[in-house]
Each structure stands twice: as structure tokens, then as C-alpha cells.
């Protein structure tokens, strides 16, 4: 399943890298960019190191690779540390720069847009290389680069990204990190919203963050009903229970009218087989939907 929550933690803070890991969070991230002063950079490669070097499994956010700090990140991580789950690259444009370091890791990478150039060239990023296992958007970056200030400025870079994700087999983005962090309410609702647009789970910044990001995933109670119906009335029908691996929504046709109603084809089948998918999450967590 598509993780919900992406854990975002400094790399030279071993202490916070430790509960992280021990999180509820559904991935961690190690960051070695933004949340890292120039001056502790070796320290926090270091702190990469021994993470994974315990057997523990995350993901790691490398410098922008056309600067000397990624180029090391690069050269550090290429050694593929047993642990290492992929590596969000950020500040991508480039297409062919990207394929060079999916290229040289060898492991998933998930380019992070972060300019016009970037959001312009999202289908090619997202298609520049079989280890691309997802894009994102850096929103701080994106609207200073457009010179605007967030919110509704942002509603088409957004869409893009989606789009993108989708045209190219990916799974649906991640929202960028909601920075206030106190406002769990915001983050909720915010969260609701980027579910809606087309988005699943987010970036977080906060242990906090991470109950409240899990929950606003959760598919509604009415939509898990009616995949739950519409599965049970396709199994009926001798259809595939999974969705369409027959090669149709049921056996011997391609589109039905279901007890609603309501129309069905592949589709709505998928459909289905997502929001089960969705729900399955919270089912193993105890929560049932």
C-alpha cells in the first residue's frame, strides 16, 4: 500500500533519526538537504550511515544533485546500504540528470518539483526511468520560484503533479509538508482537501502530524459500503474479485448495471479496488471502517 505518512528527520539528530524510525510514521526520510546546515552535511551522512548500518529501513533525501553536497550524497549513497528504501531527489528539472542517479543508486527514487521548470517537465520526470517510484511537489520553493504565495496560486501546479503521477503508472502524490505544525486542524482539513484533488497521505514534519494524516486517508464509511457491494455483486457474477485481471469487470461482459443502478466497467471497478485497498490500512491498524 502507498504510504501515508512520509517522516521527515534531520540527519545529523541521531537522537530524533532513532524515534523516528519508532514512529507510527509509514516511512521515514532522512534528510540531508534543507533541514541540514551546511557545516554539519558529513555529520549528517554519518548519521545515514549508522541508521541503516542497525538494519533499520528508510528513505534518504539527498542535496540537489548538480551541487557538491549531492554529488557526496550521491557517491555515499551508491554503496546502496543495506536499508536504504529509496531517495527523494529535490529541486528536479532535468530528466536525463535523473536517470543518471536512479542510474548510479540502483534503488527507488522520487524526484521532488520544486520550480516551473520542474512542474513543466513533471510527465518526463515521472517516466525518466523504471526506478522512479513516485513524484511530489516542494510547494515552498515552487511558489517562490512563481512568485506567488501559496494557496490557490498553486491549484494548476498541483493538478499537474497528479496528472503526471497517474499518466505515468505512479502512485497518487504525496502533499507537501503542512508547517504549521500546531494547527492539527488545518492539517486535517488541508489533508481532506489534497485526498479530494487527487493526492494520498503527505509529508510531515512532526510526529504529532502523523495520527492526523492516517485518519483524513481513512475512505469514507459510505464509499467502503459500496466498493464492498460492488465487489461482492461482481464475485456473484463470476467476475475477477480482484478487479480486472480477467480482462473484464465480469465474466462475460464488459459493463454491467449493479443493484443501485448504477453503471459499471473497469473503470468503477478500480475504483472499488482502491478504496478496499485504502481501507485495508486502517483495518490492520485496529480502526475498523
Known amino acids: 500500500m502507498t504510504p501515508r505518512s512520509w517522516l ?12 523516528a524510525l519508532a514512529s507510527d510514521a509509514d516511512a521515514v526520510i532522512i ?12 555529520d549528517a551522512r554519518r548519521g545515514v550511515l549508522a541508521a541503516l548500518a542497525d ?8 542535496n540537489a544533485p548538480a551541487t557538491p553536497d549531492g554529488a557526496d550524497d550521491i557517491a555515499l549513497l551508491a554503496t546502496a546500504p543495506e536499508g536504504l528504501a529509496g531517495v527523494r531527489v529535490p529541486k528536479c528539472e532535468d530528466p536525463e540528470e535523473l536517470r543518471r542517479v536512479a542510474g548510479t543508486l ?4 522520487y524526484p521532488v518539483l520544486e520550480s516551473a521548470l520542474g ?6 520526470l515521472a517516466t525518466a526511468h523504471p526506478l522512479v517510484a513516485g513524484i511530489s511537489l516542494g510547494e ?5 520560484d512563481l512568485r506567488v504565495s501559496g494557496g490557490d496560486a498553486l491549484a494548476w501546479p498541483r493538478s499537474r503533479i497528479v496528472v503526471a503521477a497517474r499518466a505515468a503508472g505512479l502512485p497518487s502524490p504525496p502533499q507537501s509538508v503542512w508547517t504549521a505544525v500546531r494547527d492539527l486542524d488545518g492539517l486535517r482539513a488541508d489533508t481532506l482537501a489534497g485526498r479530494r484533488a487527487g493526492f494520498f497521505g503527505r509529508s510531515v514534519i512532526h510526529p504529532a502530524q502523523i495520527p492526523v494524516v492516517h485518519d483524513a486517508c481513512v475512505p469514507d464509511p459510505d464509499d ?4 464492498r457491494d460492488l465487489m461482492g455483486q461482481l464475485t456473484e457474477r463470476g467476475g475477477a474479485p480482484g478487479g480486472t485481471a480477467a480482462g473484464g469487470t465480469a465474466a462475460g461482459s464488459a459493463a454491467w448495471i449493479d443493484s443501485a443502478g448504477g453503471f459499471v466497467d473497469k473503470a468503477v471497478v478500480e475504483r472499488a479496488v482502491w478504496v478496499l485497498d485504502a481501507a485495508a490500512v486502517n483495518d490492520k491498524e485496529g480502526n475498523p471502517s
Request: aromatic share 4%; no cysteine; glycine share 8%.
Open 119 to 124: 512542474v513543466e517537465n513533471a510527465l518526463a
Open 31 to 42: 534528510d540531508l538537504e534543507d533541514a541540514v546546515a551546511p557545516a554539519a552535511k558529513h
Open 140 to 144: 515552498a520553493d515552487l511558489a517562490a
Open 106 to 109: 540502483g534503488v527507488p527514487v
Open 8 to 19: 521527515y528527520v534531520p540527519g545529523d539528530r541521531p537522537d530524533r533519526i532513532g524515534k
Open 224 to 227: 467502503v459500503a459500496w466498493a
Open 55 to 62: 538494519g533499520r529501513t528508510a528513505h534518504v533525501r539527498i
